[in-house]
């Protein structure tokens, strides 16, 4: 029997739809549809919120919350290609899996609702001739300083650029100080160019390859991972897929940790497709924001390579996700909605019904369990490329150095460098820890110094000479008083950061050509770049720095690695400690010895007989990770349970401990559902909140969002607290 449904409006014309907004408020908003427009799903148009107007997506039919009597209508629809189906069908699905609201979710590709409306010609702004009567503020200064020298710019950025507001910018240009200029919007994306040969492949590259390939061909939802060690060859291999599914027509996603760090990679993707890709991260100007989103949505731009962010662009004809170095930490993002950039990959995949392809040398505990269990692929690649061998390892035992406490490099590892330099080759060295020392204490009363607004030290900075909090960004001058006891000179650092190993290392070695490389010094893709030329170009003998430099680069004549101190992640109580110690620690020991030369590796570490170190001198990887596997499945934790972490903060402590307990109290607790806590945080002040964990644990069977989302609902929040809901925590702090 037909089903009538009386309620169906006899034409088709939408008379409300609801409107979604790029902004963390509850969302979608319903709006009227004037009598003389048309729209559909996915068409952005302008409207009233407030006394302002924004750009959103419209998202659907009408919710009904609000009266029709009530609505306002949409300004305008503007002219520009539709946000898909499967992109907003992803934000739906990312906001109800994360507890966020949709219009958070949309926010995190763009900046603001500014970013939806389509690119348009490029205003920025130049000096003119500065009246001279022009009344000069600290402000105003800044600005005509800032374009004394710098580019010109459009005056959101200008304004962000030099701290003012974009009313400051406006009154320089009336009085006739700036000028402005009209540039065309950026060019949009040239195509990849599909005749260019590839490099000729080894059998075991072109067999995988091949598999590849049959993946991007089947057009049909699939997970494979490529499990190459380092060295050998898995971007190249990745590239034919990326190749294949370029020719087939389709879009491709590739996602990257952290963008900064990739200028390798850039270089190698012009130099296969003779084209740069369309790039995607948080710094991105605004105009160039607009332009990759509507090109990305137009189809003009045919490949993304893109921080995890780039998942949230709207493809039309996504044919290929390809996720590097998934095992990374970078890719959970913390602040804001916290989601998994791999596992959300995964997912847009699967609407786009289209492949992905997971790559690592190390890949994460959650992947292989996955390959076990057969619902990924796995394609190994088990040899360097060109017959390079995989580096010696070996552990320098710390106990036995007895070095004094000012100094950190072992009598083995200076060694190792000097004769490494004497053969002309190059070492690197790994420590993750940014800054001069992670600690300064006053010898006579023992103050520690602290961050004001964090359970944190201060990092000393000496280059800089200040001290910093590296979770609040909060800094001081160096004090050459103790703050406590008002003693002078009797503040000593206490333990090394790269810039101490970097000062022991020119002491002990003074003819060596010394860089360090950390967030600190490398300002931007640019000065990445540089540094990392200058390296290839043996500019340098020993690479001093953070994980900035374990991922990626390959550096034909460096040989020796030097991990100062492997134990340095171990410590603390996180479930992942043990596996990203070893993944962080095999990936810089991948840097040796790339090419003709063998490399070696000496890990400085006080515990030479912990798994890890063991793990990483015998190369026993599958044992190690069975037996993490075998700790997790027994403990219940992931993957073998779910996990949501819980933060509740205030800035009165007595708030935050009230609502924990209150949450505890009613927190569901069944065989197979449990809360842990609550407890201080590790971090139990952060930028002047007080902050206490809860942890909820279910077995792998049962769904954890509605568990969260029930007992979330029986808890009336006070307006000075906030609760954080982190679904699949990586971070315990
Ligand atoms: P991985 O990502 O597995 O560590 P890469 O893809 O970075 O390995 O490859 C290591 C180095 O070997 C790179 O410089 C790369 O250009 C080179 N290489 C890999 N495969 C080939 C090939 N088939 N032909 C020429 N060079 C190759
Ligand atoms: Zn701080």
């Given at each position: ?20 907004l790029p ?5 979608p ?25 924004m ?22 629809r ?9 992109a ?21 590709a ?11 010609p ?15 503020t600290?402000?105003?200064q800044?600005?005509i ?15 962000r ?10 009154g320089l240009?009336?009085?006739?100080a700036?000028?402005r ?28 390859a091949m ?10 939802f ?18 034919e ?22 200028p ?6 012009e ?32 490949i993304v ?6 998942l ?9 996700i ?16 916290s ?10 995949a ?37 017959g ?43 420590l ?7 600690l ?17 030290w ?18 001081v ?23 101490r ?28 770049q ?17 994980q ?8 034909p ?13 171990l ?8 596996e990203?110690?070893f ?23 006080f515990?030479?007989?912990h ?9 026993d ?15 219940g ?24 307990r209150?949450l ?70």
């Amino acid at each position: 029997m037909p089903h009538t449904d009386a309620t169906t409006p006899p034409d088709e014309k939408l008379h409300a739809v609801s409107v979604l907004l790029p902004t963390p408020v509850v969302g979608p908003y319903d709006y009227l549809v004037p009598a003389e427009l048309n729209v559909a799903p996915g068409d952005h148009v302008h409207v009233p919120l407030g006394s302002r107007e924004m750009t959103g997506v419209v998202w659907g039919p009408a919710t009904g919350d609000v009266d029709a009597a009530k609505l306002r209508p949409i300004a305008a629809r503007v002219e520009t290609s539709p946000m898909p189906d499967q992109a907003r069908r992803f934000v739906d699905w990312v906001a109800a899996y994360t507890l966020s609201t949709p219009g958070a979710v949309l926010r995190m590709a763009m900046r603001g609702p500014e970013d939806l409306k389509p690119p348009r010609p490029l205003v920025v702004f130049q000096l003119g001739d500065i009246p001279g009567d022009l009344r000069m503020t600290p402000a105003r200064q800044r600005v005509i300083d800032f374009l004394q020298d710098g580019p010109s710019l459009a005056a959101g950025d200008l304004a962000r650029e030099t701290g003012v507001s974009t009313g400051v910018i406006k009154g320089l240009a009336d009085t006739g100080a700036l000028v402005r200029l009209e540039l065309a919007p950026p060019p949009p994306f040239t195509a990849p160019d599909l005749e260019r040969p590839g490099p000729d492949l080894s059998d075991a590259q072109e067999t995988a390859a091949m598999s590849l390939r049959k993946k991007v061909s089947a057009d049909a939802f699939s997970v494979t991972l490529l499990d190459g060690v380092t060295g050998s060859g898995k971007t190249e291999v990745y590239f034919e897929a990326v190749a294949a599914a370029l020719a087939a027509g389709r879009q491709v996603l590739v996602l990257l940790p952290e963008i900064a760090l990739t200028p390798q990679w850039l270089d190698r993707f012009e130099q296969r497709f003779g084209v740069a890709p369309a790039v995607w991260h948080s710094d991105l100007r605004q105009a160039r924001r607009r332009t990759t989103w509507h090109a990305v949505s137009t189809g003009n731009a045919r490949i993304v390579v893109g921080a995890r962010s780039a998942l949230f662009l709207p493809f039309a004809e996504l044919g290929l996700i390809i996720v590097d170095e998934e095992h990374e930490p970078a890719f959970k993002q913390e602040d804001g909605v916290s989601y998994h950039g791999r596992d959300m990959a995964i997912v847009r995949a699967q609407i786009a019904d289209a492949p992905i392809v997971l790559a690592s040398a190390t890949p994460s505990l959650e992947t292989r369990v996955n390959v076990s269990r057969e619902r990924y692929d796995s394609i190994p690649l088990p040899e360097r490329f060109g017959g390079a061998t995989m580096p010696d390892i070996a552990t320098v035992d710390m106990r036995d150095a007895e070095l004094a406490a000012s100094r950190f490099v072992s009598p083995q590892l200076v060694t190792g460098l000097t004769a490494t330099i004497a053969a002309g080759e190059q070492a690197m060295l790994f420590l993750n820890r940014r800054g001069y020392a992670p600690l300064t204490l006053c010898r006579t009363c023992g103050h520690r110094i602290e961050c004001p607004s964090c359970a944190a030290w201060l990092t000393e900075h000496r280059f800089r000479k200040r001290l910093q909090c590296h979770h609040c960004g909060y800094e001081v001058p160096a004090p050459k008083i103790c703050p406590e006891c008002e003693n002078e000179d009797t503040l000593v650092a206490c333990g090394p950061g790269v810039e101490r190993i970097a000062e022991e290392i020119a002491e002990l070695l003074p003819e060596a050509r010394i860089g360090i490389m950390t967030s600190d010094t490398m300002r931007g893709p640019e000065s990445a770049q540089k540094f990392i030329h200058s390296v290839e170009a043996g500019e340098l003998d020993i690479l001093i720095g953070t994980q900035m430099v374990a991922k990626g680069h390959h550096f034909p004549n460096l040989t020796l690695v030097g991990i100062v101190d492997a134990d340095l992640g171990l410590a603390g109580g996180d479930l992942r400690a043990a596996e990203r110690t070893f993944q962080i620690l095999q990936q810089v020991s991948g840097r040796a010895g790339r090419a003709e030369r063998p490399g070696r590796v000496l890990i400085q570490t006080f515990q030479p007989e912990h798994p890890v170190m063991q793990a990483l001198v015998s190369g026993d990887e599958a044992r190690f990770f069975e037996l993490e596997t075998r700790a997790r499945e027994v403990g219940g934790w992931p993957p073998f349970g779910r996990l949501a972490g819980l933060i509740v903060s205030s800035r009165d402590p007595r708030i935050a401990d009230d609502l924990a307990r209150a949450l505890a109290r009613c927190g569901p607790s069944t065989p197979d559902i449990r809360v842990l806590g609550p407890a201080p945080a590790p971090l139990s002040l952060l930028r002047g909140r007080h902050r206490r964990r809860l942890l909820l644990k279910t077995s792998r069977d049962v769904a954890i969002q509605p568990v969260l989302r029930a007992w979330l609902g029986q808890i009336k929040i006070p307006s000075q607290a906030r609760i954080r809901v982190d679904v699949d925590p990586y971070s315990f702090l």
